[in-house]
Structures are given as C-alpha cells and as structure tokens.
C-alpha cells in the first residue's frame, strides 16, 4: 500500500475539559474566575508529544496553552528551551517579533499561554503548512525574521540545541535505534550502512558550527501569518546552534512542500530541485549575505534525512519486515539527498550571490 507522503499531519483536536490550561489562564488572570463556570469557555485539545489546547473565553478572546504530556507520551520532551526563548524576547527584538504574544510563562510546572494566532471561528488547528513556504510571501517573511533572530542572539548564552541529532547517527547507531518501533529502527540502520549518507552525516556534523539561537525545527506548521508579519511557534528544538541548520532545514521544507503538494522534487541544473531554485533566491536575498553557504548542501540532506525518518516512523505500523520503505513516501526525499550529494559542487556554487 502506498501513503500519501504526508506523514507529518496533525492529529484532530477534541473538545475537553482543560481543566489545567483554564487554572493556569485563571492563575494568571487571563480568565476571571466566573469564567470557569461560564458555558462559552470552550476547550480544544490536541494530544501528542505536548498537550496543546485552544481555549476560548467567554468574551470570544483566545489562547494556546501548552505543556507536556503525562509520563512515556512525552518522550522525554521539555518546554525549557521553548519558555526560555520567550523569556529572551523580553530584551531581544529581534526575536519577539517573531513570536506570538506571551500570556503565560511557568517554568515550574513547564506550562506556556501565549495568544492565538488566527481568526475567531476558524477551524482549529489549520491543515498541515496552512501558510506553505511555496507562497513567496511567507519564504521572504521567514528569510527577513530569521536574519533577525540569528542576528540578535550571536552574544546571548543558550543551552544547545538539540535538533540537529541526526548529525551523530553514525557515532552510536545503537542509542539511535533504542525505543524505536521496527520499521524506524530498520531505517535508521539502512541510513548509517549507506555509504553516502553516512559520510554525508559525518561531514556535516564536522562542518557543524554553533554561533547563535537557532529555532531548529523549521517545518510549514510552525509559523503563522497574522497581519503581515511571520511568527514562528514551536521553539522546543532551539537553542545554540549553526544558523546554517536553521536555513538548510527552510531549504529542506521547500523540497518537503512540493512533495507533499504532489509536484515532487524534480532537479534543475543547479542540482537543487527547481523548487529550491525558484523559491530560495526569495528567502536568501530576505536574508541577505551569510556566510553558511560552504554547510548547506549537507545540513539540507541531513535534514531531510531526518523528516525521512520522521515519515518512517508515523507509518512503521505498516512497515514489511522485507520492504525498501517506498510505502512511506520517503523515496522522492531520498533520491534529491542522492542527487544533492552527486552534484555537491555546482549546488555549492549556486550560492555564490549571498556569499
Ligand atoms: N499561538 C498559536 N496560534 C495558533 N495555533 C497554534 C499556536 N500554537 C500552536 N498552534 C497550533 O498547535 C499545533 C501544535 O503546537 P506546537 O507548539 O507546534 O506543538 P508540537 O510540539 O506538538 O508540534 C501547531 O502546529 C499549530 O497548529
Ligand atoms: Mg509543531
């Protein structure tokens, strides 16, 4: 059976009781207490990783809260990257342009509110990407916010940034593939037996030069457009990091766009798909000059590994002990990271204008 390559759709939300999201709006005074019995409170629940709710209160006001989930559902995961950042934007412009207002920062009990960022009544959440780094609108609004961001934090002290993991598949597969149903587990094997993805893996992590804030996990569903401006959500994998990751990962969400919209990842003469030729020119001139250019043929295709594996592991369930992963839709993402790898020095050198 072949999936859609869409791996990375979001879950429907459920209407619940909110019970901690409306507490911690109503510690805050965000919700007056008569709220809480008020029948127009309405909570929407998404449950992943994170528990995230849309609240909305009687008046028509909204909000997002979000905090772990309870024990195993979390993997692990924190918010104490993600509530740092928003304490950073308290003297850090550049980066609370790009954030949405904060209602609520609880490091104690690793709880966020911040506003919502859409329209009244509208659905909630939005489809997948509902603002596609395809639209030249948003890849130059992302290009100018994350110049701003990159810039601002060059001096600023940050716990690493974990995102760019897959960089170290190579040093200890092992760890890699622990907890890891099957499928994944069978796929990240075959990444680090391949010899060019290895040695790719192996080089970025050598090129890999950690100088400022980096948002780590830029991907279509974690910005919104409100009124003109980009506002990126979702800032759990930041920390200090190589800037260059940040602008490999929006190359490599080009190319996951036009697989995911069905216009697949045809390369140009440059050796990037024509979509990244078409569409990065926008984001780098928002941008302006870099001087990440020598790292991002590897960190894209290591980051497109990556979203490969990602894509493996929502479809593992249906992954055959035998199968070459063509049912998960990675292997349009495969074949431009062996392309990319082939044509490294003409892609290199298509980035001659912002060096
Ligand atoms: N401030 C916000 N305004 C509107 N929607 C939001 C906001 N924050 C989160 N969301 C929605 O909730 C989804 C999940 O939130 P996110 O912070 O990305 O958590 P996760 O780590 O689970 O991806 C987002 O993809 C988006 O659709
Ligand atoms: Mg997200």
Known sequence: ?????????????????????????????????????????????????????????????????????????????????????????????????????????????????????????????LHFAPYPITLPAVAARLGMAMAKWHGDTTEVSLLPSLSAGILHLGNDTETATADRAAGSARFMRFLADDTVFSQLLAEAQHLYRPSCLIHGDIRGDNWVLQDDELKLIDWEMSGLGDPAWDIAGTLAEMVLQAIRDGIGAEPGMSGWPRTVETLAPIFLNAYRQTDT?????????????????????????????????????????????????????QATDWFTPWT
Request: net charge positive; hydrophobic share 45%.
């Open 1 to 125: 059976m072949t999936l859609a390559p869409q791996r990375d759709v979001l879950a429907l939300a459920r209407v619940d009781d909110g019970s901690l999201a409306t507490r911690a709006l109503s510690a805050c005074g965000w919700l007056e207490k008569g709220d809480l019995q008020d029948p127009r409170l309405r909570v929407e629940t998404l449950s992943r990783f994170h528990v995230v709710s849309r609240v909305t209160a009687p008046d028509g006001r909204m909000a997002i809260v979000k905090y772990p989930a309870k024990g195993a559902a979390s993997g692990g995961r924190n918010l104490a990257r993600e509530l740092y950042v928003y304490r950073l934007a308290r003297w850090k412009p550049g980066i609370a342009s790009a954030l949405p207002r904060p209602i609520l920062l609880d490091e104690a009990r690793q709880i966020l509110a911040v506003e919502y960022l859409g329209h009244a009544g509208s659905e909630w959440p």
């Open 293 to 345: 250019c020598d790292r991002l043929v590897p960190f894209t295709a290591a980051r497109l590994l990556h979203v490969a594996s990602e894509w493996v592991d929502a479809a593992a369930p249906l992954v055959n002990e035998d199968s070459d992963f063509t049912e998960t839709g990675v292997m349009p993402i495969l074949t431009t990271v062996r392309i990319l790898c082939e044509k490294r020095t």
